[in-house]
């Protein structure tokens, strides 16, 4: 039997200016795919490009991770903002990273909302619909990589690609969304990676103790969290041990 396959992607691209966060170099050692911060939430120009870059390089799959607009709180903080606002933030950033991303030899693969955006697009069917019209509208035929939730599939019904996926450092709440940590900590590589390989069979038990369906086609390593390499390499190596194939997701229509 051929393995099973599963996209195991990690936030990237998350440092400003002179300040680094994260080793990518070796984090993409152990990853598929990357979802590169674009300016809002974390992020420039350089970084952005140094990311794609070495993204590039490693054999991983491009995807966007645009954010509220709130370097401050990492784009961890909801900002009150209507949908048309929300769209129109989100395809400025996919835009500014998919034009650097195309100097460098790179097509975008898919659009992750991050932190509170994230939170907010899963718990709100018609923006995520949206969000994912305003991105084909404006040329960007990505799949949405989101939880898999009644969001992903109202957007899934209007006919647009998505990728299901969930966060296998972070707690779930009941319903299946991750419960965001505002200063990421060291955890356990093993214990997630036992979470990952829990995740990637479809379940998922939340912070309340329940044993509630997680059906993904991806996984998240944060890159930003200070073992977020010993985690990636755990996660990778209980997956391929599990009979799972690592690699990129391809979208569910």
């Not at 619909?129 to 084909?136: D, P």
């Not at 990637?200 to 998240?220: D, E, H, K, L, Y």
């Amino acid at each position: 039997m051929a393995p099973t396959p599963i996209d195991v992607n990690a936030d990237a691209g998350e440092s400003f200016g002179r300040w680094p966060l994260g080793d990518e170099v070796s984090l993409f050692a152990f990853v598929s795919s990357t979802n590169i911060a674009c300016g809002h939430h974390a992020g420039d120009p350089a970084t952005m490009r140094a990311a794609v870059g070495a993204a590039r390089d490693a054999g991983v799959a491009v995807g966007a991770h645009p954010g509220y607009d709130d370097k401050v709180g990492f784009g961890r903080r909801a900002i009150a903002m209507s949908i048309a606002e929300t769209v129109d933030s989100v395809v400025y950033q996919v835009g500014a990273l998919a034009a650097i991303a195309a100097s460098e030899g790179v097509r975008l693969r898919h659009v992750k909302p991050h932190g509170a955006l994230m939170g907010a697009v899963c718990r709100d069917r018609e923006l995520a619909v949206a969000l994912a019209a305003g991105l084909f509208s404006a040329g960007f035929e990505l799949p949405l990589m989101i939880a898999p939730t009644a969001a992903l599939t109202a957007v899934r019904t209007a006919g647009h690609p998505v990728i299901p996926e969930n966060a296998i450092d972070l707690d779930f709440d009941d319903d299946g969304i991750n419960v965001i940590e505002p200063r990421p900590a060291a955890k356990d590589p093993e214990r997630v990676a036992e979470t990952a390989v829990t995740v990637a069979r479809g379940r998922a038990v939340t912070v309340s103790g329940r044993s509630i369906a997680m059906s993904v086609r991806s996984v998240c390593v944060h890159g930003d969290r200070p073992n977020a390499v010993p985690i990636a390499a755990a996660v990778n190596r209980s997956l391929t041990a599990a009979g799972f194939d690592v690699r990129p997701a391809e979208p569910w229509v």
